[in-house]
């Protein structure tokens, strides 16, 4: 079965410096990658998503992320955080195309 | 633009009664799902439909069925419920079982087992 590693349970960070979110995942073949994000007792809300185009990916409020195949890796990064994007974001790959499987996720803090 | 939407948000139930948690969604997709979040774990799959009148078992089924009652519609029931299925349950649609393809989620039923 495919897997999604993330790498950091929690991070935290000050509002107005960088984030960085970290996600690899198992290697038979590329994957479509994603990343979601929920906010506290919320459903979650599609960020950002990879399909073989181009490596680096634009997504929602100021977030992107990179593809690097040989590193097997998916990070997601801001340069700037902001007190709304705490909350709680999951890597997800494709399975076969049939169904997903999501990493464990990582709680984002930001510190005033 | 409902998208997908869940019912109950929330329900307690009794060790060994039943219950159905109700999906339908409004994007004509044609792959639905449901997962189960629990702390530290994820996202878990319990059950996907492909398309209309196909089901298949997911990473964690035991304990569960479901039913593809429609284009829109995809209900999980719960025949005797357990503690161990206390969890936040997740519906999701996509539009295909394919690479691309991208899921929706439904806002969650968190349902307490005691």
């Known amino acids: 079965a495919q897997s999604v590693t993330q790498l950091d349970s929690h991070v935290s960070v000050s509002e107005g410096t960088p984030v960085l979110l970290r996600c690899n995942y198992s290697?038979?073949?590329?994957?479509?990658l994603f990343w979601y994000v929920q906010h506290p007792n919320k459903g979650l809300q599609l960020l950002l998503k990879?399909?073989?185009?181009?490596?680096l990916v634009k997504g929602i409020n100021g977030f992107e992320a990179e593809f690097k195949k040989s590193e097997t890796s998916f990070h997601l990064t801001k340069p700037s955080a902001h007190m709304s994007d705490a909350a709680e974001y999951f890597c997800?790959?494709?399975?076969?195309?049939?169904?997903?499987?999501f990493g464990p996720g990582t709680r984002l803090s930001v510190l005033p | 633009n409902a998208g997908v939407t869940q019912t109950p948000k929330f329900q307690v139930l009794k060790t060994g009664q039943s219950m159905t948690l109700q999906c339908a969604q409004d994007?004509?997709?044609?792959?639905m799902y449901w997962y189960r979040q629990d702390p530290g774990m994820g996202l878990r799959l319990i059950y996907y439909?492909?398309?209309?009148?196909?089901?298949d078992k997911g990473e964690v089924p035991n304990g569960y069925n479901v039913s593809r009652l429609n284009k829109r519609e995809f209900s999980l029931r719960l025949e005797s419920a357990a503690p161990s299925q206390t969890s936040v349950y997740f519906c999701?649609?996509?539009?295909?079982?394919?690479?691309?393809?991208?899921?929706?989620f439904g806002e969650g039923s968190w349902l307490t087992v005691v």
């Open positions: 990879y399909t073989s185009a181009a490596t």
């Open positions: 290697s038979s073949y590329s994957p479509s």
């Open positions: 997800v790959r494709d399975n076969y195309g049939q169904n997903f499987v």
């Open positions: 994007m004509n997709h044609n792959s």
């Open positions: 999701a649609s996509g539009t295909g079982t394919h690479s691309g393809n991208t899921i929706y």
């Open positions: 439909s492909a398309s209309e009148g196909t089901t």
